[in-house]
């Protein structure tokens, strides 16, 4: 393994993506590693929003249908736009709510218990948001989330394994919603697998991309997945709290949402003012409320982004830079307590590194202090996200330099060893 600078700069020079570093405001003497908490602000989607700000003042109420782009299609093109990130037409996809907003909504509309199938398989590594709203869909059914709620164990605290997933779908389990990448250790489910699986026992299944979308390529139609759903201020840059977005299989299409609300219906029905809805026949009938549109749109900016640069191609950087990572941390922070907790294999990781340490909170806040911004999670994690679009392979070298040094003189032990409000 080489550990010069000089390889690492090699490595910078060979980047066909390097150009889009230049798209985004990079913090000030600062190694940002925690894209997929929150991206950082490109350019592109700063323009967008000033843009929509500029159609706001000159056509006021007829921006809705006037302007570069009208309002109220906007939420379909940048549905269209995310498709190719997916492997979704563009039909299939829109632009909506939140991640938890749109989990109610999937899940009121594909939790059918019928009989003696009343279980929702999901399981313990998922991002709690997804569990509270499993448990709140059961409970408006009447359900004990205790008893009716099946979480998949994971054998070693950090991974979940496929076979455990597939012996858990029983005669009993009415719907499966799975993590696509774990939020923690990073890997990647085996989605096509699970898809398969679950639908030989006539289970509904769908998968949260949080941790995915933007770094990882999906196949969703071509798996044949019923839904999915997701948050777009993480890989996809588009900023804190901007809108989230779902996918729903074609073969669904022509059923009412489980949440039905303005934005649900027919767009050329929706004005008719009837107290009936007529759902639209794609996934935009899974939308509830108008759409936030200035939190929606720096999604332009950089929905273009990725279509310039190709997921395929965002994936063997990101790919390139977590080994990267991983090598340098074998070899140079061998002796000091760390463990990668991460899949090693390319094929089931996502688009970080995870690393345990007993004092990792700590650890956490001396990287703050020498200017790298990492991720703390939860006993004893350190997530580590070298993003393709922004990050250098110089940068990953400058971090373990960084790390090393805070481990030989010790500089994590004027810190506590517990997170802040904000982990």
Known sequence: MNTEKTYAA??????????FRDEFYLPENTIYLDGNSLGLL??????????????????????????NEPWY?????????????????????????????????????FYQPEGMKTMILADTLNFPSDIYALKSQLQLKRYDPAEHLVQVESNDDNTLDTRNIINAMTD?????????????????????????????????????????????????SEWGVDFAFWCTYKHLNAGPGSVAGLYVNRKHFGREPGLAGWFSSSKAKQFDMEHTLTPAQDAGTYQIGTPHLLSAVP?????????????????????????????????????YGFTIANPKDDTTRGGHVYIEHPDAARICKALKADGVVPDF?????????????????????????????????????????ERGIIA
């Open 73 to 109: 299609y906007l939420s379909e093109k940048l549905g269209a736009m995310t498709a190719p990130l997916i492997g979704a037409s563009s039909e299939e996809v829109v632009v909506t709510g939140s991640t938890t907003t749109n989990l109610h909504q999937l899940t009121a509309s």
């Open 377 to 417: 999670r939860k006993p004893n994690g350190i997530r580590l996200a070298p993003v393709a679009l922004y990050n250098t392979f110089t940068e990953v070298w400058e971090t373990i330099q960084i790390l090393k040094t805070i481990m030989i003189e010790a500089r994590y032990k004027h810190f506590e060893n």
């Open 299 to 335: 999604l332009i900016g950089s929905l273009e982004m990725f279509k310039q640069a190709g997921i395929d191609n965002i994936r063997q950087k990101s790919l390139q830079l977590t080994k990267y990572l991983m090598n340098l941390l074998e070899t140079e922070l061998a002796d």
């Open 10 to 19: 090699y490595l910078d020079q060979q980047d066909e993506l390097a150009s």
């Open 172 to 220: 009993d389990i009415a719907l499966i919603v799975l993590p696509a990448v774990l939020y923690r250790s990073g890997q990647v489910l085996d989605m096509k697998t699970l898809t398969d699986e679950a639908h030989k026992r006539g289970i509904p299944i769908g998968f949260d991309l949080c941790h995915s979308i933007g770094s990882v390529p999906h196949q969703l």
């Open 42 to 67: 490109s350019k592109r989607a700063e323009q967008a929003v000033d843009d929509m700000m500029a159609s706001w003042k000159t056509y006021a109420i007829e921006g809705w249908t006037k302007g």
